[in-house]
């Protein structure tokens, strides 16, 4: 079975390097002219991935979005995590799971089992109970070539206090998630399966991502505020693994599909264009 970073890297070779997410809040079904309910969520779901799932190398729904209309909205991500797949898009779901023992085994298999409805390509993930309490996830993340991304720099204001703290041993708790993460992708080629997630806006990190051999999925590009360009400031020497995703600048375009492909096609633009560097 071929591990989840030899995948994400053929898909970033043949449509580009790009992540797109699948965020339907509110204010967005409403400025689509979409009912706040299920059917306006299904309809909203149906029209980006017709748009964009053959042109997007990852897309990420964001699973709260869909859970807040309990099961009907459950079985709606759950259809459009079938109709990406089809696709040929991979899935990169949005949960920032994390728990310990059995229970992070059970999130890892809800995700990550191929025998799940809500199997993904790979998930985001939350270590902060502990790096090795998402071991679980990792295992079966690695026995059915799946991948997890797990926060690392993030770009809310609130978690500089906890990321950036400084451990026994003088690296800051940021730190010490990425070099655990390092050590697990260690010697994987073309790409290993396992990333971080590090926010597009906060500007030079001040930390090593130069051995991560991992993806680094950069949020907060677009409407949050980071253009293709801060990645430079952000990733510096490790921009060839820098996975760009966007939210609110896609979605934005809608509902028409021609203007949601024209904004994917744009700002894929401005990322190889960066990420050529």
């Known amino acids: 079975m071929e591990s989840f970073g030899t995948r994400l890297h053929r898909a970033v070779a043949e449509r580009g390097p790009l992540c797109v997410g699948i965020d339907p809040h509110p204010g967005l079904l409403a400025r689509w002219g979409l009912p706040d309910d299920v059917d306006g969520l299904d309809r909203f779901a149906r029209t980006v ?55 992070v085994a059970a999130y890892a298999s809800a995700y990550l089992d191929p025998s799940s409805p809500l199997h993904v390509d790979a998930v985001t993930a939350s270590p902060y109970l502990g ?52 050590q697990l992708n260690e010697g994987a080629e073309p790409l290993g399966s396992f990333g971080l997630v590090v926010g597009a806006t906060i500007g030079d ?18 409407a949050q505020g980071a253009t293709a360009a801060d990645l430079r400031t952000v990733f510096g020497s490790s921009l060839s693994s820098v996975l760009p ?20 096609d744009r700002v894929l633009a401005d990322c190889r264009g960066v990420l050529a560097d």
């Open 49 to 103: 991935v017709a748009a964009i799932g053959d042109r997007v190398a990852v897309v990420k729904p964001q699973s709260a979005f869909f859970e807040r209309f309990g099961a009907r909205g459950v079985g709606i991500l759950e259809s459009t995590i079938r109709q990406l797949r089809e696709c040929g898009a991979l899935v990169l779901l949005d949960v920032k799971r994390g728990d310990i023992g059995s229970t």
């Open 131 to 182: 790096v090795g309490s998402l071991a679980p996830m990792f295992e079966l993340a690695a026995t059915h070539g799946g991948g997890v991304f797990v926060l690392a720099l993030t770009s809310n204001p609130e978690g500089a206090a906890v990321q950036r703290a400084r451990t026994a041993d003088g690296r800051t708790v940021a730190q010490t998630v990425i070099d655990e993460i390092s």
């Open 205 to 222: 990190t001040g930390h090593d991502l130069s051995k991560v051999n991992g993806p680094l999925l950069a949020p907060g590009l677009g």
């Open 245 to 264: 995703s966007y939210s609110r600048e896609v979605l934005g375009a809608g509902p028409d599909e021609a203007a949601l492909a024209a904004a994917v």
